[in-house]
């Protein structure tokens, strides 16, 4: 495998700042990041609509392995020089599961998720959050 090309919402704040993420991290595999909104995304991968990609990552290699979800993380992960020892953890038998709750939670709500710590002003997400902080307790 030479490359892999990661499609991402480019809409989604959170896929964003992923990507933004990933992007500048040295690889052995170098990631080329596509968004799903491109014109071109069903001349480069025929298809690709049947794997509804909207819905959790998806990652394809250059050979035409495809990953969705959390081996899409793990794959991304794997890529990079930094990151492959995590990546090879990750997808451990044992850790899988952990994994793979992680990748579902944030798929689901990567909107929400968007919205609350990426759109809205620290004001407005300190009021939305402020239920859910626990009160400091008196000291004795």
Not at 75 to 83: D, F, G, N, Q, S
Not at 119 to 134: D, Q, W
Request: charged share 20%; proline share 9%; net charge positive.
């Amino acid at each position: 495998m030479k490359c892999l090309y990661v499609l991402f919402d480019a809409e989604c704040a959170v896929c964003v700042r992923c990507r933004d993420w990933l992007s500048p991290q040295p690889a052995f595999v170098p990631l080329h990041f596509i968004p799903l909104q491109s014109p071109d995304l069903e001349k480069l991968f025929p298809g690709i609509a049947a794997l509804r990609p909207n819905e959790q990552l998806l990652v394809v290699g250059d050979n035409g392995a495809v990953y969705r979800g959390t081996s899409a993380w793990i794959m991304c992960l794997w890529a990079t020089v930094e990151y492959r020892r995590h990546s090879e953890r990750l997808s451990h038998p044992a850790l899988l599961p952990f994994a793979r709750i992680a990748c579902e939670l944030l798929s689901r709500h990567r909107f929400f998720v968007s919205h609350t710590f990426f759109k809205e002003g620290e004001s407005e997400l300190a009021r939305r959050l402020a239920p859910y902080v626990p009160l400091p307790r008196a000291q004795a």
